[in-house]
Structures are given as C-alpha cells and as structure tokens.
C-alpha cells in the first residue's frame, strides 16, 4: 500500500538524531505544560510558533505534536495528584484519580493513566493514518462549491455549538472574520482595513494573532485572577500497577478510545464530552459500581483513554481538511500558514513526506512519552512548586520575545498588546476564543472560495449549490441551527441534560 | 471594574455550569463589547464603502462584499448583545484551570503589566533588547507579587542575556542591541 | 503569649516542640501561625487539612489554651514579626534550616530576617539529628 510507504519513509525522516531532540523536547515540553494549571499546549504551541521562521517545517510539527500529545499526559498527573485539572481534558480523571490517590493508590491511577493514554494515543494514530489520507483524497475530488459548505460548516458548527451562548460565538467569529480582512484584496489588489500602515499589507501577521489571544490574553486574565490558596498534592512513587489493575483496565481503554476518536474527529467534538461518556459508560458497566466516587480504577482508564483518542481524532480534520477542531489543532495549522503551506485537502498530495514524518513522530512521541513519564512522574509534581509570578512572567517574556522576533519591529508588539488586550476582553465577557482564531483562519480562505467559486459559475449564485456533497452539507449545519431552537421547544437544553445527568451522579455519590 | 457575584448554593464541589444558576443580574460591563462590536462594524462598512469596485465580470462579488457583510453582521451583533444585557445576559468568564472564580478581578494588576508593556513598546529599540527585557520580567514578576526584587530581575537578566545569543547565534536574528550597542 | 512558627516539616514539629514545652513553663498561651504566600501550585510547607488535625490534636493535649492560625498570601516573616508586635507576645519560637552562604544570597531567609528584625526574644532550634 502507497500509504504504508509514505509511513515508513516518515519514520526513517522523524528517526533522524535532530527530530527525535525535536521530538524528546516537545514531549517533555508538552507534558510540563500539562502539569500546570493555567497553561496548556495551545499557548505553549502558541508562544513557540515564531521559531517556525527559522526551523524546517518537519522538525517544528514534530515539536508541536508531542506538545500535543504531551499536554494530555501532564493533565492527568496534575488531575490525580492534586484533585485540580491540568487541563480541562483531566476534569474527569480527577474525580476517580484524585481519591484513589487519597486512597493511596496514586501509582496505580498514574500508571493506567499512562499507559491508556499511550494505548489510546497509539490506536488514534493508526486510526488517523488509516482515514485521514482517505478523506483527504476523497476531499481533493470535491469543487470549490462543496469545499465552501465544508468549510462554512465548520465555522457553524464551532461557533454554534461549542459553549453556551451562539450570540457570543458568533460575536468571537465576527471579530476573527474582521481580523483576516486587513490585508490587501488578492483579486483587485486593493488595501483593505489597513489603516494607511504600509507593514500591515500582508494582512496581520499570524503569528502575533495567536500569541496575543493564546498567551498574552490568557496571563493577562490569569494576573487578574491570581489564586492564592496552594492545593493539597499528595506524594507519590513510580506508577505501576498490579495485575488486577490490569484486568480492569484494559477494557476501559479500549472503550474509551472508541469514544474519544470520533469525537475529536467531529468539529466542536470536543475532549471534554467524550471523556464524560466514557465516565458514566464504565460506571455502567464495572463490575465494581460502588468503588465510582471512592477511586475506581475504571473511572480514571477509560476518560484518559478517551481524552488521547480524541486529541488524536483532532488530527483528523485537521490534516485531511484543514479545519481544526479546537484550539491546539487551531494553532498548529496557523503553522502551516506561517511557513506559506497551503492546508486542505491537497496537503497529503503536496507535502507528503512532511505529513508522513508528523504521523510517525506521533507514534514515537506516544512511546517516549510513555517511557519518559513512568519514570518521571514525581519530578512532574515538582514542577508545580514554581512560583506563579515567575510563570507567567515568563509567558509575557516569551510572548514578547516571539513577536518581536518576527520583524523586529515594536509595531508588532503593540499589535500584540491590542489583541492580547482583546484576548482579555473576550474572556471576561465570555466570549470563545476558538470561533476567533478559525474565523482569521478561515475568513480569508473562504472569501477566496466565494469569489473562485461564482467566478467559475459565471456569477451565478446557485452555481453555488450544485454539487451534492455541498447541499448535504448546507443540510447538515441547517440542522445542526435548528436543533438546539427544537430542543428549547421541549424545555431542555443540550448542555442542561448533561448538567442533569451530572448533578444526580454527584447527588448520588454525595449520598452514597 | 467588578466581575460578576457568583452565589453557590452548594457548600462544595464546583461544576462548570454553575454559570446557568447564578443570579439574573444585568452585566453592564459587556457594553464595552457593544462598543467594540460597534466601531468595528462601522469601520468595516466605511472601509468597504470606499473601496472601488471590482472587475464585475470576473469577480461577481468584488472586494466589498465580504467588508460589507462583515460590518453589517457586527452592527447586528452589537444591537442584539445591547439589548440583551439588561435582560440578564451574560457570558461565562473563562475559569481556566487556575482561576480562583471567586476572587474579584485585580485590575490593578493588569493595568501595571499594560502599562509596562507599553514602556516595553516605546522603550525597546532604544534601550536594546537585553535591558528593556530584563526590566520587563522583572518589572512583570514583581507586579504579579514576587517581592524577591533582587531575584525578579537576576532572573530576568539572566532570560534577557540567553535570548538575545540564542536568537542572534542560534536563529540569525539580531534583536537589538540599543544602547549597549558595541559593549554585547 | 509565644508564638511559633510552623512549618509541616522537620523544623517545623521541632518548633512545635519547643514552643509547647516553654509555654508550659511559663504557663502562658501559644499562637501557632503557618503561613504562605500562596504563589505556587503547591506549598510543602503548608500544613494540609490532615495535618492542621494532627496538629491541633497534639496541641489539645498540651495543657495550655492554643491558636492555630493559616494566613494565607503573606510572607513568612511578614505574619511572625506582625503577630511579635502584639503586646501580649513575649517569645517567638522557629526552627532553623542550615543554608550554605550562596543559597542564603540568592533565596534569603525567613530565618534570618526574623532573627535581625524580632524586637522580642527568638528562641531557634534545630531538629534532633
């Protein structure tokens, strides 16, 4: 098969002594984000993306995804030893993880975290080698018409259906859609909304965008929030686990993986929810119901499972697409952009070897990530003992650094420190920050499409609307608006039903 | 400035949602968004208007289409997030993994570190890279409340020297060297 | 009243010790104050609730009327030297850790500012090996 070719010829390329530094820095990177509260892989990505000026593409993907990966690992640690949620992937694993700690048993809920996230992480991958060349060829057949609706329904379903308020997404998107129209028009070659600034032709530099909404707002609205109570960590030992841990945790896994691949696959799929189904599926299912709430080992195998197969699921979309799906998946393909890779569908057909290298270095960061954090998982708790203004001084020192070192020009720093301010903003009144970031992703890629499109139709609007994919996918995010209205209708709410669901177990286990 | 009060009824446990239980009280502080919405609504609608068209043959649509739209849309926005503040709409602030939702916003914090950044802005290529960020973790560490003085900035120093030989021998980039131009 | 600074370590129950045993000799009152700043994630020298129980235990049977007080967000000598100015407060009980000159520069000492500033009497003690 071509693909498994393409697969190994990416291993000989990941193999290489300086990816596989690449890789180990990106794994050992990733996981220490993880493990902090407040900074995740998405601002990490973020804060490293100005070194893709300088660094080959190959070697900077393979960094940014063991960061991915990594941060899915570090995030359980955090969760179970310190019952606070390294990152909001882990909010579940802290339930089970963080008592069976209490219990004693935080090895064992280190452990099959661990190597569920590998087992999981591992199968993502090969299910993400498997479909993603797939879709993406199946993709390349598609017109400008069905790539449009494709793309206009990843707009809708990110902003519609991620977070409680659509008006708020859709006031996120608006102000992303905005940002990508500085720049001078490619068909007419007309400045627009660039306020007479000569650099800002180019349109705004990228890269400063995701730093200042990913970094910059981010440590600004945690400075306002500082929080001053340190929490209870519980000292631990090497993870390992006995051999009945073993027996009931495998299914998990593999369960957990199963609800998490699909769902990271999906846009506005989410981590979060998937982790939460495989929660209740395996107190459903456990032979042992009365251990949830206590520290069942169950309770902590399948979520980590889940959360990793979704982070690869993520790649999915991401790499045969173009579109992310959350925030990380986001800034990476802001990589792409930055190094002039066009992403989409025509990514695995131009740039196969770089795609390849990213899936194998994958596989690899899976492994190193397993073998590096088995070992070192009480240095990983170690790392929460830095201070937190040194934290995130450090994240407004790199933020700074990074942009100034696109140009080295202060104009770039005063874009950062407006946007960075908007990041604030946004987070304050609530408003997400994923629909922003796609819309100045998007936007200008979208407008290009409208334009080739009726071009191609001769200015015929319903040109727009003749290809099948494309009706189905006008279909799709039709429904996809109308359902929450319907739902309303019967006096519940999506998020609601999950709150409902979510407060009896917590009632039950209350009582329990 | 206050962030909103939160009112827990349940004497532990968090849940993410508790945003839907809280009080109906009106946030005033989102007009600031109306606001933002606003301007650039408008700005979009201006800038569009002043844009010559396109070539209509080739390009149905012309560069103003998507401006137009856009500043329309945000006009919209603004109206509908204007009206619905006063009836009890509000966005969840972000919790983050590390916010302590329940202390109120430390604005003087954020303002200090703004107002450094801005000194950072002006301040940078004369001074050069080294001393300006030396001063700005230092500055920034101790605004966040580190009172070791002489650590923040040691620190600092230290971050400021390491990047500027890892940026100029490591990546090519020469960051600059302001006043200390000929003693690095 | 003595105060004693506490800490959940070695030097810490060693303080607790002397503190206890000297309030019993003077048949005065203690003010147990473990504080933190509260920066990072994580405070080893924050006492956990498991620990405030064992604390407040040990001191329940000591035979003198006790506080135990955890501020939260100041610094160590900060809250020791504040809680010195009270009239009531006769003598401040620490443990003391042994710092090489260099981590002395470069970290300070709660210790040794306490030592120079504390109009009052200090008693520091060490640990039993």
Sequence with gaps: MENF?????????????????????????????????????????????????????????????????????????????????????????????????????????????????????????????????????????????????????????VTAVLGSSKL?????????????????????????????????????????????????????????????????????????????????????WLRGTAFGFPFGALPA???????????????????????????????VAGPEAANNASAAGTLVPMLSLGLPTNATAAVMLTAFVSYGIQPGPT????????????????????????VLNLPLAPLWAKLLRTPRPYLYAGILFFATLGAFAVNV?????????????????????????????IGVILGPRIERQ??????????????????????????????????????RLFHRDEETLLVVEDDRDQREKAQA | ?????????????????????????????QYLVVAVLAIVGGFLVYSALTLSEGFAKVDPVGPKFFPMVLGVAALLLAVILAIAIPRGSKGEADAGEDIDPEAPGDWRTVGLLVALFVAMILLVNPLGWVIMSTLFFGGAATILGSKHYVRNFLIGLILALASFYAFYSGLGIPLPAGILDGIL | MIVIGYTADQFGKAALDAGIAEARLRDT?????????????????FAQPAQVRDVSARLSTCGVPFELSQPVGVYAADALLEAMERPEAELLVIGLKHRNPVGKLLLGSVSQQVLLECPKPVLAVKPEE
């Design chain 2, 1 to 29: 400035m206050s962030t909103t009060e939160k009112q827990s009824d349940e004497p532990s446990g968090r849940s993410p949602h508790e945003g839907l239980r809280e009080e109906r009280k009106p946030d005033y502080a």
């Design chain 1, 269 to 299: 799929g989410g981590a979060e929810l998937p982790t939460f189904l495989s929660y209740i599926t395996e107190k459903k299912l456990s032979k042992h119901p009365e251990e949830f709430g206590k520290g069942a080992i169950e309770g």
């Design chain 1, 168 to 252: 708020r997404g859709a006031i996120s998107l608006v102000l992303g859609l905005a940002i990508g129209i500085v720049g001078i028009d490619f068909l007419t070659g007309q400045p627009r909304a660039t306020f007479g600034i000569p650099q800002l032709a180019d349109g705004i530099d990228i890269v400063v965008i995701a730093v200042a909404i990913f970094a910059l707002g981010e440590a600004l609205w945690v400075a306002a929030h500082l929080r001053r109570k340190p929490a209870d960590v519980i000292p631990v030992g090497r993870p390992w686990m006995g051999r009945d841990d073993w027996r009931r945790s495998w299914k998990p």
């Design chain 1, 5 to 157: 070719d393409w697969l190994l010829q990416g291993f000989a390329q990941a193999a290489t002594p300086m990816n596989l530094l690449y890789a180990v820095i990106g794994v050992l990177l990733g996981t220490a984000v993880g493990v902090l509260p407040g900074i995740g892989p998405a601002m990490t990505v973020a804060l490293l993306l100005p070194i893709t000026y300088n660094v080959s593409p190959s070697a900077a993907f393979i960094m940014f995804a063991g960061i991915f990966y990594g941060g899915m690992y570090g995030g359980s640690t955090t969760s179970i030893l310190l019952n606070t949620p390294g990152e909001s992937s882990s909010v579940i694993t802290a339930i089970e993880g963080n008592k069976m700690a209490k219990a004693g048993r935080a090895a064992q809920a280190l452990a099959t975290a661990a190597i569920g996230s590998f087992v999981a992480g591992t199968i993502g991958t090969i299910l993400l080698a498997a479909f993603a060349p797939a879709i993406s060829r199946f993709a390349v057949t598609l017109g400008a018409p069905s790539y449009l609706a494709i793309m206009l329904f990843a707009l809708v379903a």
């Design chain 1, 409 to 437: 020009q202060p104009l770039d720093l005063a874009l950062l420190l407006i946007f960075g301010l908007l990041g604030l903003m946004m987070r304050r009144f609530g408003l997400p920050v994923l629909p922003l970031i």
């Design chain 3, 29 to 45: 009152d203690l003010l147990v104050i473990n504080s933190t700043v509260g920066d990072s994630y994580v405070d080893a020298a």
């Design chain 1, 347 to 370: 990514l695995f057909a131009k740039e196969p070897l770089l795609i390849w290298t990213l899936i194998a270095s994958l596989f690899i960061g899976n492994f190193l990530l397993l």
């Design chain 1, 450 to 487: 409208l334009r080739q499109s009726l071009q191609l139709g001769g200015g015929d609007w319903s040109s727009l609307f003749t290809e099948p994919v494309a009706i189905v996918t006008y279909v799709c995010m039709v429904i996809l608006l109308i359902i929450p209205l319907v739902l």
